[in-house]
């Protein structure tokens, strides 16, 4: 007889989730923290961290031509401008203004620039591709800047915001609390979309292109219509994330549409990593928040952006990657 | 008929003329900003976004410096060395590293590198503009307007600065090295042509012609730390519709979109004049996105 060995360890079966198990376990974390975050932060970090998330979209809008496309947007500037506006038309034009009519505005605004970027930019590649959004979101600021009778020129428009409606059902006012968990489903869903649609054959093919753009067209893929269609697509979330800003702060700014705002928005990209969607989100945040911290360090004069620009410098030369680039193949299976 | 004769007699020709001058005025002093532009393009591949800041900065050190010694050719030499410096270190610092890397990655540091540099400006010398007295303040007749002297001058300097450059390009020593590394920069390093170092020279260069237009603008417009932006973005459009890398093609497009603009400018506002300028892009992007100024390619 033969005592069985109890000390003897037995082989354990290592239980090892799959991929996609632990991905969406993280995410229903993240997600967890952000809908919580609103409930114990104070008003300010409230309104801090909305602001993030639609900084974040405008991003995540952007890395679509970015990361997976491969061509440098210069000129988000123009549809996220064109949101807001298209956004605080409706709610200027119609009684009781509606917040659905407003982000359907804001798109439709925001769609129309895209289609006259795409159509003219997309010809170009490369350093071409960057001037020329960068030119044509100059046009969209001098035109907005210029035409008072309709845009209030230097001064924007000023609006309040609106319910929070569904028909029949809900209608209530906004606080910051339920404006936040707007914002955040708004993101959420856009993330959503923008993930399958980059992991759809299209999204193969815009990737196809940023990795070899002459022989995506060898093999028979109308190249130029692809990038067309992507530039609309980011230019629509771009709008909505305008929208989104526009609600928030109840007011429409031809700075919005200045190029600043499309700097900032590569800025975002580059910071956290291009190519992963989540990265820009991080890069929104932590530009937001080394901001914050350098002012409240040495005050509301102190200019911010040279020791931001100095690090940005050193990010594309040390960590061409971003903070999440460490990340970006799990995050794209 | 009759309305065609009505918008005829409706052009103030007199106006015209003094347009005319003035939009050759701003196209030189533009086609002097854009040659650094392209010239950095055209050797390097990289596309300068902080060449308006560099330009900006040129106009403060002739500021600082008319106001040190009173003289403005000092200032305009000092400036355009310190410039040529300041690019030559940023060169090395922050291009340099990037050499061998997608082009896309040294527009991001550029523009990063504007960013730092306007802000600098605008904490060291605060958001109000200055202003530079005309080195010369004499003028002249032209119909009714007494027309100044200085623009004229102007636009002799910057032609002779682009001059000069060209034909250092085409029998100095180190213009022949720098066409050499434009053709191709693998030969030219096997021929023994120092090529990072050429990299650093021309962005130098490029550098210092900026600064010298900064300077000699500075009188007419005033000294604030955004001016850049204004210019960088023409010289963008002039570089592009130029054709990328090729001097007299953007000498004769910045010529050409400032007159337009100048014209433009009797019926509407300066600021909406701009638009001319994007137009003119755009009609060339789908005309010939090669440049409107080149032979065309075979």
Redesign the interface.
Same mark, same amino acid.
């Given at each position: 007889m033969t005592a069985t060995p109890i000390d003897k360890p037995m082989p354990l079966k290592t239980t090892k989730l799959s991929h996609t198990a632990v991905f969406w376990i993280g995410f229903a974390v993240v997600m967890a923290v952000l809908v919580v975050a609103p409930l114990v932060l104070p008003e300010f970090w409230r309104r801090f961290l909305t602001e993030i998330l639609i900084w974040g979209l405008l991003a995540m809008s952007s890395d679509l031509l970015i990361g997976y496309t491969g061509m +440098?947007s210069f000129g988000h500037s123009a549809f996220f401008g064109l949101g807001a506006y298209g956004a605080a038309g409706a709610l200027l034009n119609s009684n009781p203004p509606n917040l659905w009519l407003a982000i359907l505005a804001g798109l439709g605004g925001a769609a129309g620039a895209a289609l006259f970027v795409a159509y !003219?930019?997309t010809?170009?590649r490369? #350093?071409?591709f960057?001037?020329?959004t960068? %030119? !044509?979101s100059? %046009?969209f600021y +001098?035109?907005i !800047?210029?035409w008072t009778n309709v845009t209030g020129g230097e001064n924007g428009l000023i609006f309040s915001r609106p319910h929070f409606t569904i028909p029949f059902l809900v209608d209530m006012r906004f606080t910051s609390m339920t404006m936040h968990w707007f914002v955040l489903a708004m993101v959420t869903g856009s993330y959503l979309i923008l993930r399958r649609v980059t992991q759809s054959p299209f999204g193969m093919v815009l990737q196809s292109i940023r990795e070899n753009e002459a022989r995506t067209r060898a093999i028979g893929y109308p190249v130029q219509r692809y990038k067309i269609v992507a530039v609309m697509l980011s230019g629509l979330f771009a709008g909505l994330a305008g929208a989104l800003y526009g609600i928030q702060n109840q007011f429409a700014a031809p700075d919005f549409v200045f190029?600043v705002t499309s =700097?900032d928005t +590569?800025?975002f990209n +580059?910071m956290g990593g291009i190519g992963t969607l989540v990265g820009p989100i991080v890069g929104a945040g932590f530009f937001q928040l080394l901001r914050e911290l350098l002012a409240r360090l040495f005050g509301d004069q102190f *200019?911010y952006? #040279?020791p931001? =620009?100095?690090i !940005?410098?050193a990010m #594309? #030369?040390f960590l *061409?990657q971003g903070l999440l680039g460490f990340a970006r193949r799990w995050l794209n299976r | 008929m009759h309305t065609l004769a009505a918008f005829f007699a409706s052009i103030p020709f007199d106006q015209i003329l003094i347009q005319t001058v003035n939009g050759i005025v701003t196209g030189m002093i533009l086609a002097l900003v854009a040659s650094g532009l392209t010239l950095i393009f055209g050797i390097m591949d990289v596309v300068n976004f902080a060449h308006g800041e560099l330009f900006m900065l040129g106009a403060y050190i002739g500021v600082i410096v008319i106001a040190a010694t009173g003289s403005f050719w000092l200032a305009l030499v000092v400036s355009s060395l310190t410039i040529a410096i300041l690019g030559a270190a940023l060169q090395i610092v922050a291009l340099r590293p990037l050499i061998g890397r997608d082009p896309l990655t040294t527009i991001l540091a550029t523009f990063g590198m504007s960013l730092v540099l306007q802000n600098f400006a605008l904490w060291q010398f605060g958001p109000t503009a200055r202003r530079i007295g005309e080195p010369i303040t004499a003028n002249f007749q032209l119909f009714y307007l007494t027309y100044p002297w200085y623009r004229l001058l102007i636009a002799v300097l910057s032609a002779a600065i682009i001059g000069g450059f060209w034909l250092f390009l085409k029998y100095g020593k180190y213009g022949v090295w720098i066409r050499a590394t434009t053709q191709d920069r693998v030969m030219a390093q096997a021929m023994g042509i120092p090529v990072p170092l050429v990299y650093t020279g021309v962005f130098a260069i490029g550098a210092a012609m900026a600064a010298a237009s900064g300077v000699l603008f500075a009188p007419l417009s005033g000294v604030y730390h955004t001016m850049g932006l204004d210019w960088v973005l023409r010289a963008f459009i002039v570089v592009v519709v130029g054709g990328m890398g090729n001097l007299l093609g953007s000498v004769a497009a910045a010529i050409f979109i400032s007159l337009l603009e100048a014209y433009a400018s009797l019926w509407v506002s300066p600021a909406q004049a701009v638009i001319v300028s994007f137009v003119v892009l755009i009609v060339t992007l789908l005309v010939r996105p090669t440049g409107l100024f080149v032979p065309t390619p075979k």
């Open positions: +440098v !003219f930019s010809r170009l490369d #350093i071409y960057a001037i020329t960068l %030119i !044509f100059q %046009i +001098v035109i !800047f210029t190029f =700097g +590569v800025i +580059v *200019p952006l #040279i931001l =620009g100095l !940005f410098i #594309i #030369i *061409p | -």
